[in-house]
Structure formats: structure tokens, C-alpha cells
């Protein structure tokens, strides 16, 4: 199993980078094991960590520049992602983090790795039977697109999300060249739900806590040219034999917990457990924060990411279609 993307899939890659978008503190890990801070940002595990366990290959899923890393544990899958990434080049220069062309070369030093291992021939059938796993597009929209001016000089939202989807298309493209087969792409989230999105588009930060729909209605829009780009790349004759490609919805169950919430289980659809709950995030969120008593009726962890108790109902709803991409 292999994953790309941002913060939703990075379990600790931007620990070992000079960047501000960090996790590696309290009280971000206070439901892991030991309580230890991962650099996860979450308060234990993340979706891509039950689907490792689900598939039967390990309870977590490693960051790959963790120099401790055995062959092993590099065999059975790893995550090259890094929290503050995005498709549009612009996006990882703002957090000075890893761009996902970069992880894409971290990708092709580890087939050499494991080749050293496994050998070229089983290397290949390694890849082609595993998992890949994306994840991105979020930042794009909330630290790039909404307030920096820059690329809305030149697109509009339509415009960039076409912009956006090409980079995705030549990423795919690319994992194919490398012996990837099958692809899971994962949709935007309801972006105006989240607590920090909330907050700055509020007229009163404290009374008026609804989504804020003009840059969900973004996440929707994006997700639907994005689905039609991928039934379009999967129905193209010129793909690899094998080549499957599937959406993973993120945006109805995570709106599906915020709207009914009760039923779910969850109490605080609207902000985080972290601090105030309505702008802390990575460093704003430290070992002297104010942090709730029971993380698992909050959807949000901190003002952007979601708990562990929201990461498994979204493993959860997505588990038909991972069935689906590793059962043909």
C-alpha cells in the first residue's frame, strides 16, 4: 500500500523537513499508543492506517523518510505524503513541504530500494498487486486559491479546477509508468465545514457556526469534474493492462456526520477538540492548549482535521470501494 498526498495521509513525513507544518507534539497522538505525538495530525490514527490494518498489513502505516525504517516494514507499504501539499506547484512552496512530483521521485528511490531486496521481477508484481492510495487537493483551495491572490489573478474557480485536474491526470500517468495498477483518488471534503473556514468567513465567530456553502459548493463542483476525469482516464484503451482507477467519496460522509450528527454519535460538528477548537492547527495547537475530554463526539481534532473517531467512519464508508479495487 502506497499513499500520496497532504496532512490526511501524512503520518509523519514533515517531521523530518524544516517546516512550520508540523504535528510532532502534544496533544496531537493524545489517543496513540503511549500518547506519543507522530506527526499525525490527528489524536490517533488516520483512515489510511485502518485500510493498512484492513488489508492485513500492518496496524500502521510508516512515513517513508523515517530513517529507522527496515526492508519490512518498506515492503509491506509505506506513506510519502506531507501535510501542507497540493497538485498546484504553488501549494507545497507556501509550507515549504514536500511537493508531490517529490514524492513521486521518493516513490522511484524506494522501487530501487526494495529491488535491492526483492529483485526486479518480484519488485514489479510487488507493485502492480498493491494499493495506491491519493489524497490531496484540499490545500490548494484553503492555503493557496481563497487567500492568496496570486492564482486568482489568472483562473477562476472553474479555470484552476480544471488547472488542478491536470496536474492529477499527469500524476496517475506517472504512477502508471511506474507498475501502478490500482488507484484509489479521493474526493475534496465539504471545505466550507471546516471549523477554520468557518471561522474566517463568519459574521459572528461565536453564534454563526454553519458551513459556509459558497466554498463547499467548490469541493462539489471539484469532486464532479473530477470523477467524470477519472471515468474518462479509465475507459481510455491506451491504459495498462489491469489499470483500474476508482473515486473515494469523502465529501458526502463527512457532510453525512456534520448534518446528523446525533445519529453518528458526534456532539461538535463545528469545531475542533483542540484549543478554542475554532483556529488552532499544528503549532497553534501545543502542549499548553486546552483539549477536550472525549475527542470521539468531535468530527474535527484541530480547525482542519478530523479525529480518529471520523477518520474510521470514513474507512468505513470507504471500504466497498477498496473491496471493489483489490477483489477483480
Known amino acids: ?49 485502518f485500510i493498512a490494518s484492513y488489508l492485513g498489513l500492518k496496524d500502521l502505516l510508516p512515513p517513508y523518510l523515517d530513517p529507522n525504517l527496515s526492508d519490512e516494514e518498506l515492503v509491506t507499504g509505506v506513506s510519502f505524503a506531507s501535510a501542507g501539499s497540493g497538485f ?20 522511484k528511490a524506494y522501487k530501487k530500494r526494495i529491488e535491492g531486496v526483492l529483485g526486479k521481477q518480484r519488485t514489479e508484481n510487488h507493485i502492480k498487486n498493491a494499493v495506491f492510495f491519493i489524497s490531496a487537493g484540499t490545500n490548494d483551495y484553503v492555503i493557496n486559491y481563497f487567500p492568496v491572490p496570486i492564482r486568482r489573478e489568472s483562473y477562476t474557480t472553474l479555470t484552476y479546477g480544471h488547472f488542478l485536474l491536470q496536474h492529477v491526470k499527469d500524476f496517475i500517468q506517472n504512477l502508471w509508468r511506474e507498475g501502478a495498477r490500482k488507484i484509489a483518488v479521493l474526493g475534496l471534503p465539504p471545505i466550507g465545514c471546516l471549523p477554520i473556514m468557518i471561522t474566517f468567513n463568519s ?82 495547537c501545543d502542549g499548553i492548549s486546552y483539549v477536550c475530554s472525549d475527542p470521539s463526539k468531535f468530527v474535527f481534532w484541530d480547525s482542519i482535521h478530523p479525529t480518529e473517531k471520523a ?14 479495487l483489490i477483489n477483480d
Open 1 to 49: 500500500m502506497y499513499v500520496f498526498g497532504d496532512s490526511t495521509v501524512d503520518p509523519g513525513n514533515n517531521n523530518f523537513i524544516k517546516t512550520a507544518f508540523r504535528s510532532d507534539f502534544p496533544p496531537y497522538g493524545r489517543d496513540f499508543l503511549n500518547q506519543a505525538p507522530t506527526g499525525r495530525f490527528t489524536n490517533g490514527k488516520l483512515g489510511t492506517d
Open 88 to 107: 498546484d506547484p504553488l501549494t507545497p512552496i507556501l509550507g515549504n513541504v514536500i511537493p508531490i512530483p517529490k514524492q513521486l521521485e521518493y516513490f
Open 203 to 284: 459574521h459572528n465567530v461565536f453564534l454563526e457556526r454553519g458551513c459556509v456553502d459558497k466554498y463547499s459548493s467548490v469541493a462539489r463542483d471539484h469532486n464532479m469534474m473530477l470523477q467524470h476525469e477519472l471515468f474518462f482516464m479509465q475507459l481510455n484503451f491506451s491504459n495498462p493492462a489491469g489499470a483500474k482507477i476508482s473515486y473515494i467519496d469523502t465529501y458526502g460522509p463527512l457532510d453525512n456526520m456534520i448534518q446528523v450528527r446525533q445519529n453518528l454519535g458526534f456532539d461538535e460538528v463545528d469545531r475542533g477538540c483542540c484549543g478554542s477548537g475554532y483556529i488552532e492547527a499544528s503549532f497553534l
Open 311 to 324: 477518520y474510521y467512519d470514513l474507512f468505513l464508508a470507504a471500504r466497498p470501494k477498496i473491496d471493489a
